[in-house]
């Protein structure tokens, strides 16, 4: 055997052995992230169908974001600009998702604009619900607590 097939194979088996770890299989989801998922993906829906306002209200309903009015404002106006600054939305990808505890997510968007895509960072929290209401009555105690996007998309990769 020639060294040129040896170092082939030997390249081949180390690549093998030394590639990253599978990921999980699909049919191990996360219930509360597919929920939060679908709350993201349609607060992106309203977002490029021109109605950012909505689109922010319904996704802050009921968190402690949505009661600092002029910081929405700014969030709504600065969102109402990526079509003028990156061009119309192609599409939009969840990037990261990740659970610090048991009520707490991580998500992280990559939104795909036509000239430039932009990294969304969303945190959401469980907050806690008492204990004498019945489980079917309590309803979704997620609440947006971080919200922020950003064209460093380095820090979707981290």
């Known amino acids: 055997m020639s060294r040129k097939r040896i170092l082939t194979a030997v390249l081949l088996v180390i690549g093998f052995f ?13 219930p509360d992230i597919e929920l939060l998922d679908r709350k993201v993906r ?5 977002l490029s169908n ?28 600065k969102t109402r600009e990526l079509k003028a600054k990156y061009g119309e939305v192609r599409n939009f990808e969840q990037v990261a998702a990740k659970r610090i505890g048991k009520d707490v997510v ?41 919200l922020r996007f950003d064209t460093d ?3 979707l990769a981290r």
């Open 18 to 30: 030394c590639r990253p770890p599978m990921l999980p299989a699909q049919g191990t989801s996360d």
């Open 42 to 46: 349609q607060f992106f829906e309203g």
């Open 50 to 77: 021109d109605d950012a306002q909505a689109a922010f209200q319904q996704l802050l309903a009921g968190s402690q974001l949505a009661k600092q009015t002029d910081a929405v404002k700014v969030l709504v106006d």
């Open 106 to 146: 991580l998500l992280r968007y990559l939104y795909q604009c036509e000239h430039f895509p932009v990294a969304w960072h969303l945190i959401f929290y469980r907050t806690p619900s008492r204990g004498d209401v019945p489980e079917e009555e309590k309803g979704d105690t997620w609440r947006v607590i971080v």
């Open 153 to 155: 998309l380095e820090s």
